[in-house]
């Protein structure tokens, strides 16, 4: 079964600095979706940025982009200009290719510090 | 779009009682999924449902949790009976179902403690 792994449960960054949060995962797949889904204090899931694994080039969203690694099985969001609506918790998701179901990681919680 | 609905947002209940949780997708949306979020075990995908028919039920702890899908604009998850350790966030999400790359909206989820 695959499985995904945040490292860092908390980050903090200055507003306007950048923050990189990390995600591997497991997989013996070469062929899945990767997801970052940001979770605010309203508790609602918003999907940040996502990618395919037979893309090589990095997805870009504004001032979201990641570095996907895909022999390191490394999938990491950076986000520029930290803004303080950026606070949140952050999470990686994994996705089979031809299946529906999302494997989450157990996230990581972003602090903006004005 | 009103987005994903569900209802109630906060539900406190006793241990013992029937619980029911309710989801409307999107209009158009084929597929649907009940996720739970808790501290412990963070996200985790209990059901989903395509064009009202459970496809994964694998997540769905014990047999005291039930869901069913009788139209294609609502859902129900039951957990009879609840139990303390049933206290989570319970997110329903859907999608149109059947796309490579979709992504999955949710609703804003349930918070439900059991006392």
């Known amino acids: 079964a695959q499985t995904v792994t945040q490292s860092q449960p908390e980050m903090s960054v200055q507003e306007a600095e950048t923050v990189t949060l990390s995600c591997t995962y497991d997989t013996s797949e070469s062929d899945y979706y990767l997801f970052w889904y940001k979770q605010p204090p309203s508790r609602q899931m918003i999907l940040v940025i996502r990618q395919e694994a037979y893309k090589q080039q990095n997805a870009t969203e504004n001032r979201f982009s990641v570095n996907f690694q895909k022999a390191a099985k490394s999938f990491s969001l950076k986000i520029s200009d930290s803004q303080l609506g950026d606070a949140a918790m952050y999470f990686c998701?994994?996705?089979?290719?031809?299946?529906?179901?999302?494997?989450f990681g157990q996230g990581t919680r972003l602090t903006i510090n004005p | 779009d009103a987005g994903v609905i569900q209802s109630p947002r906060h539900e406190v209940t006793e241990m013992g009682q029937e619980v029911t949780l309710r989801c409307k997708p999107i209009?158009?949306?084929?597929?649907l999924f009940w996720y739970r979020q808790t501290m412990m075990r963070g996200l985790e995908l209990l059901i989903y449902?395509?064009?009202?028919?459970?496809?994964?039920d694998s997540g769905m702890p014990e047999d005291r949790f039930s869901a069913k899908m009788p139209n294609a604009s609502f859902s129900t998850l039951k957990i009879q009976p609840s139990e303390p350790r049933d206290s989570a966030v319970y997110f329903c999400a859907s999608n149109v179902g059947g796309g490579r790359f979709e992504e999955q909206f949710f609703g804003p989820g349930t918070r439900l403690t059991v006392l």
């Open positions: 209009s158009g949306h084929n597929s």
């Open positions: 449902f395509n064009n009202n028919v459970p496809i994964d």
């Open positions: 998701a994994y996705r089979s290719e031809g299946a529906q179901k999302l494997v």
